[in-house]
C-alpha cells in the first residue's frame, strides 16, 4: 500500500526555520515526482515545489518561497524533505506532500496519492 506521512511541522517565530520530511512506505520515492502543497484556511491548495523522478532535480512553484525554500531527496532514507527558511507569518497552512506517477505540476491534478499534513503555524 503506497503511503506518504508528512512531519516536522510546529510552530515557529517569524524568520525562523523548519524542514518538514515526507517518508514514503510501499513504493520508492525516487519513481515518483514528490510534490508539496500548501493550504492556509479559506484558501486553494497552493502547489509549493516537486521534486521530479527523472533527472533528479526540484522545480519551486510558488514565487513567494523562492530563495527561501528548498526540496531534496534522500534514497537511502525513501524520503523528501521541504527546507523552509526565513518563515514568515503568510507562510502558516497545512503542508502536504503527494506523489505523482507521471510529472510535476503545481496543480493537484496528476497527484494520486497524499499524506494527510502537518501544520506549520509561523507567529511571534
Known amino acids: 500500500q503506497l503511503q506518504l506521512v508528512e512531519s516536522g511541522g510546529g510552530l515557529v517565530q517569524p524568520g525562523g526555520s523548519l524542514r518538514l520530511s515526507c517518508a514514503a512506505s510501499g513504493f520508492m520515492a525516487n519513481s515518483y515526482h514528490i510534490g508539496w502543497f500548501r493550504q492556509a484556511p479559506g484558501k486553494e491548495r497552493e502547489g509549493v515545489s516537486c521534486f521530479s523522478a527523472t533527472g533528479g532535480s526540484s522545480t519551486t512553484y510558488a514565487d513567494s518561497v523562492k530563495g527561501r525554500f528548498t526540496t531534496a531527496r534522500d534514497n537511502a532514507k525513501n524520503a523528501v524533505y521541504l527546507e523552509m527558511n526565513n518563515l514568515k507569518p503568510e507562510d502558516s497552512a497545512v503542508y502536504y506532500c503527494?506523489?505523482?506517477?507521471?510529472?510535476?505540476?503545481?496543480?493537484?491534478?496528476?497527484?494520486?496519492?497524499w499524506g494527510r499534513g502537518t501544520q506549520v503555524a509561523v507567529s511571534s
Open positions: 503527494a506523489a505523482s506517477r507521471y510529472y510535476c505540476s503545481d496543480s493537484p491534478a496528476p497527484y494520486n496519492y
